[in-house]
């Protein structure tokens, strides 16, 4: 198959090319690895090639929805036996997986063809993708600036053309913002609807769930029917599974929309110009489709949920780097400066303070629902400004000079309680403020690539639903996409 070909299908089309018997799975493989071969030495998206293990799979017979069609994992919590994880660490590099993650091995029954993964931030701890172990994953649609993260490796190699769809997952906003620096589609699904088996019961206290991102929305919709088929008899929770299939939901009329839209910094950082521009281009829209939209305020703590957002990730680094170094024997050295600070300050974390944090949690729960009881969705911009330039958010010199001084003298968890570490943090949170609500609340929620700036950097929008709004988020996506079609706008590479 011809690469412009390949291009203009998504998942969808290609599993239905495969079913009709026009293509072959391995025909649409050396297609993806030919076009991950031609790009990838530019965005650098794929860490790991799994080209041998592929080309066995799709010599096979496959069954299942996606039958036949290529695709990536992202290099951090999706397990594929025998495989190392390293989500973006050196640590981890030579550390295989034991067995597939659920999610795995919901995407390998779906039909799937995994040929590689893609690249991460190391454990995924920021919204750029720059691990220090496989160098900068970059922007297809410009190279100098960055795809988003955590799960920047998958957009970048979606966006290029390599995949039309590939695993993702968002702990902070890890789907949503890298489709929104790519020009994807990206749903995060509510607390606990795909499991995340067999190693946790849930991730960040479910603040964290896979997913993907896509180029099309019924991809997305497909991809969750798949992800939510049948409960994971080991998780935490039992759930109330639509009786329509979210591909079904996302053909239908979303109806009349009630939506408050706020562009304002919930950290009361700076936001460009052209992210409020995004908000009320789309409103605009939304409303010319029939719409209730106007202003609205979340009623939420914002500022304080970032703070408590920051407690528990730091925490969660804290675990992640002595698990990595008790399961490989790596020295602290194979980390990089800005984990191991955040391990610090995890560490320095009293256990009341931490919980206390958590119980935060329902209240911000619970002033959102309040929101939803006015509004159907809440809309934001997605990131507070245009994708950042390539190592524009590093550390800055002195910050590193003075971590590496705390850590030898095992004062780095003091860190926290000084004025360095509040302008680090609102520096790096700066770009993309809006995303944790949803993560924190458990509530779903998506980004839509409605908009690009002047010198055509995608920039998209969040909408963020209440408990069990899957169906209605896709719903609107589908629409928004039929009225302002996205899927065929390629950068040129």
């Known amino acids: ?43 650098n998206a794929i860490v790991r090639p799994m080209h041998g293990l592929a080309r066995e799979r799709a010599a096979g017979t ?3 929805p996606f039958a036949g069609v290529p695709f990536l994992i992202k ?26 993650s659920a999610v795995v091995h919901r995407w390998l029954d779906a039909g799937l063809v995994v040929f590689g993964k893609t690249g991460t931030p190391e454990f995924g701890t920021k919204s750029i993708t720059e691990a220090e172990v496989y160098g900068p994953t970059r922007n297809p649609w410009n190279l100098g600036h960055t795809p988003g993260g955590s799960s920047g490796g998958s957009a970048a190699a979606v966006a290029a053309g390599i995949v039309p769809m590939a695993g993702a997952s968002d702990g902070g906003g890890s789907i949503r ?11 995060k699904a509510g607390r606990g609807l795909v499991p995340t088996g067999p190693h946790f019961a849930e991730y960040l206290h479910g603040a964290a769930t896979d997913g993907v991102v896509s180029r099309s929305v019924r991809d997305s919709a497909a991809m969750l029917d798949v992800l939510t088929a049948g409960h994971d008899p080991g998780g935490p929770y039992l759930h109330a599974r639509t009786e329509v299939r979210y591909a079904d939901l996302a053909r239908r009329d979303p109806g009349t929309l009630r939506i408050g839209f706020a562009t304002r910094s919930p950290i009361d950082t700076e936001v460009h110009p052209d992210a409020v521009a995004a908000v009320e281009d789309a409103a ?24 408590d957002f920051l407690t528990m990730w730091c925490g969660q680094v804290a675990h992640t780097v002595d698990y990595a170094r008790q399961a490989t024997g790596a020295p602290a050295s194979d980390f990089e400066l800005d984990t191991r600070l955040l391990a610090a300050v995890g560490r320095s974390t009293r256990a009341h303070e931490y919980v206390a944090a958590h119980h935060r949690w329902n209240a911000y729960s619970r002033a959102l629902a309040v929101f939803h009881s006015r509004y159907d969705l809440l809309l934001t911009p997605t990131l507070a400004r245009p994708p950042v330039r390539i190592g524009e958010l590093d550390t800055p010199r002195a910050v590193r000079a003075a ?18 570490w509040d302008t680090v943090m609102r520096t790096n949170l700066a770009p993309n403020p809006y995303t ?12 839509v690539p409605t908009y690009r700036t002047a010198d055509g950097l995608p920039l998209g929008v969040q909408f963020v639903g209440g408990l069990g709004s899957e169906g209605t988020l896709l719903a609107l996506a589908a629409q928004l996409e039929a009225a302002r079609p996205w899927a065929h706008l390629e950068p040129a590479l």
């Open 1 to 43: 198959m011809e690469y412009t070909e390949y291009r203009a299908h998504d998942a969808v089309g290609l599993a239905e090319l495969v079913s009709s018997g026009q293509v072959s799975a391995a025909e649409l493989l050396d297609t993806a690895i030919a076009r991950a071969e031609a790009v990838n030495g530019a965005v």
């Open 62 to 64: 496959l069954s299942g």
């Open 75 to 100: 290099d951090l919590l999706q397990d594929y036996a025998g495989q190392p994880t390293a989500s973006g660490s050196r640590a981890l590099t030579t550390l295989s997986a034991a067995e597939h």
């Open 177 to 187: 913002i890298p489709a929104a620096c790519c020009g994807l589609f990206g749903l």
């Open 284 to 307: 605009a829209l939304l409303t010319k489709l029939g719409h209730d939209v106007g202003p609205a305020e979340t009623g939420v703590d914002e500022r304080q949920l970032a703070l």
């Open 403 to 420: 971590g590496h001084v705390l850590l030898r003298l095992g004062l780095a968890g003091k860190l926290a309680s000084t004025p360095m």
């Open 436 to 447: 944790q609500l949803a993560n924190i609340t458990g509530r779903p929620a998506m980004s």
